[in-house]
């Protein structure tokens, strides 16, 4: 799997390279709007990160241009403006996802691995790590043979982290995938709710499954993956 | 023209209309003397007569007419006062009424008109001075949080080392919290955020955040109740309301006391819903109370210093009830109960 990074700003470009290197990533970079506009005419790309602000041409017309000539690989915008017009405008353009800086690494690894696997993934009806399992049509929760409670956030939240199991997820891709929100709340709601969720999941039960990577998410995965 | 060059022509004209009146009564009572050929007699009377008859009249016209003069003359420091009275922080680029005839007052008004105008610049460019201070911020805070959760990455760091790091990526998020707070509160002071209204549901939105005010309290042993929720529907920006229905709610769980508790309530009207949170706790002295939605204001050092939060949460609040029409307010008995009061436009609702 190959991205291209397009950012002008070279220390960023470099720990967003590093990033999804380890993530098993071939990635490019490039500092400048109009290289960046030619660079997927002679490489092909399974995923673009792109910076908004570049010099010599901007994120958003090359963006354009790109959908003009029907060129349909998956765009993450990045942009240090990050209010709603420009979400609109940068989706508009066709986008498939965006990130405002200051940005989460996690963030922006997950949002690109879902690019990367967009179309291509089997969707079984039951979630299965170790020996928790997660029924998305009948909604039942069970972890060996004892089925578990739980309220509806509590199963969502628990939804998303099986359906990226192995996978770090940031407070701010579960905030935006459980709560819907697209702002990030001065609160420790999603700790409090990953607390709560730990306690009916793990607490009686061995090995433990959900982790916190400290300061920089969670990630629910069996033992020794 | 002049004010003074024209009260003093509207003055003359008064006077003239009572010296008019008093020359018509004296040539009349003269002529009509010759005609008799009365001689002067009984001078007392005669005079009190002319003074009853022709004095008399001819004072009230002139205190009238004074009257009259005044209050012409003064209707435009009126108009004038009630402009200058609504002009605050919000509406420094609207200017004042003129009549454009050059007088006194017209040039009073140009002259606040320019005076409003070099304030509005002012204000502009603090406003455009912590856009741009907020924006020029976010490329360093980019480079600083992505390089440090880079170093968090490594698999070969002790936790010792890894708990310090991790502790200073904490707070480059926060300061990334502040940032991006500021740079929402500056565009909407700018005017350059536009809502994306729609017609939602606040009750569910009422009911969503009440669930998570229940997890977000039980941590803290609060008790949480919803006392009531009308069927409201609201032209609004669901996110926005989402974010301001949870800040709210995280405020009532942060400034409580153990063992305390919270009420949330949503009553509507045809017209407006209105959405309450109570909580116990210290409260807010009356000083205090005005100067809660200011940015980064905070009441009591002693007891904001356990509380995290980015500062800006109640002035963002703010924000978004006035961008939506609405209005908040607080109220706060000191060690018993704080409520805080959200009124809102309404589209349509229903009483449960």
């Not at chain 2, 170093?151 to 080392?161: C, F, G, K």
Request: hydrophobic letters at 40%; charged letters at 25%.
């Amino acid at each position: 799997m190959r991205v291209l990074v397009i950012e002008d700003e070279k220390k960023t470009a470099s720990f967003i390279r590093k990033a999804l290197q380890a993530e098993g990533y071939a990635v490019d970079v490039c500092h400048d709007g109009n290289e960046g506009l030619v660079a997927p005419t002679t490489t092909p790309y399974d995923a673009i990160v792109l910076d908004i602000m570049l010099p010599g041409r901007d994120g958003l017309s090359i963006l354009r241009r790109w959908r003009q000539i029907h060129n349909r690989i998956p765009v993450l915008l990045l942009s240090a403006r990050g209010d709603v017009i420009e979400r609109v405008e940068g989706l508009d353009a066709g986008a498939d996802d965006y990130l405002s800086k200051p940005f989460a690494l996690v963030e922006l690894v997950a949002r690109v691995r879902a690019l990367t696997r967009r179309g291509g993934d089997s969707k079984s009806t039951v979630l299965r790590v170790a020996d928790l399992c997660l029924d998305t049509i009948t909604r039942v929760v069970r972890r060996g043979e004892l089925d578990i409670e739980l309220t509806a956030r509590e199963y969502r939240l628990l939804e998303f982290l099986m359906q990226s199991a192995g996978r770090l997820c940031g407070r701010m891709m579960i905030l935006e995938k459980v709560w819907d929100y697209d702002f990030d709340p001065c609160t420790n709601l999603v700790d409090v709710y990953v607390k709560r969720l730990r306690g009916k999941i793990d607490a009686a039960f061995e090995p433990k499954l959900l982790h916190t990577v400290r300061g920089i998410g969670y990630v629910l995965r069996p033992p020794h993956a | 023209m002049t004010i003074r060059a024209r009260m003093t022509l509207w003055y003359s004209g008064v006077l003239l209309l009572s010296t008019l009146m008093i020359g018509i009564f004296c040539f009349d009572e003269l002529s009509e003397r010759r005609e008799r050929l009365v001689k002067p007699s009984k001078g007392m009377e005669e005079i009190l007569a002319i003074v009853l008859w022709i004095g008399l009249p001819a004072i009230l016209l002139s205190i009238g007419g004074g009257w009259w003069l005044m209050r012409k003359a003064l209707a435009p420091v009126a108009t004038l006062t009630e402009a200058v009275r609504s002009v605050s922080d919000r509406n420094l680029n609207q200017q004042l009424p003129r009549t454009y005839n050059r007088d006194e007052l017209d040039q009073l008004a140009e002259v606040l008109n320019a005076m409003t105008a070099r304030l509005n610049d002012s204000f502009t460019r603090i406003q455009d001075f912590t856009l741009h201070a907020s924006h020029e911020l976010k490329t360093p805070l980019t480079v600083l949080c992505g390089e440090t959760e880079t170093e968090l990455r490594d698999e070969s760091l002790n936790p010792a080392e890894r708990e310090r790091i991790a502790s200073r990526l904490d707070e480059l998020r926060r300061m990334a919290l502040i940032v991006n707070g500021l740079t929402l509160l500056a565009k909407a002071d700018a005017g350059l955020i536009t809502l994306n209204l729609a017609p939602v549901r606040l009750d569910e939105l009422v009911q969503d955040s009440f669930g998570d005010t229940q997890i977000l309290a039980e941590a803290s042993g609060l008790s949480v109740t919803l006392q009531k929720c009308d069927r409201t529907i609201v032209k609004a920006d669901a996110h926005r309301l989402r974010q301001l229905l949870l800040n709210l709610a995280d405020n009532a769980v942060k400034y409580n006391q153990p063992g305390g508790s919270i009420q949330i309530g949503l009553a509507s009207t045809d017209r407006t819903a209105e959405l309450t949170i109570c909580n116990t706790g210290p409260g807010i002295t009356a000083n205090v109370l005005s100067r809660v939605f200011d940015r980064f204001f905070r009441g009591d050092p002693a007891h904001n210093s356990r509380v995290e939060g980015c500062g800006l949460g109640l002035s963002i609040a703010q924000w978004i009830v006035s961008a939506h029409k609405g209005s908040i307010s607080i109220e706060s008995v000191p060690d018993q109960v704080t409520t805080v009061t959200v009124r809102l436009p309404v589209l349509e609702s229903q009483r449960v």
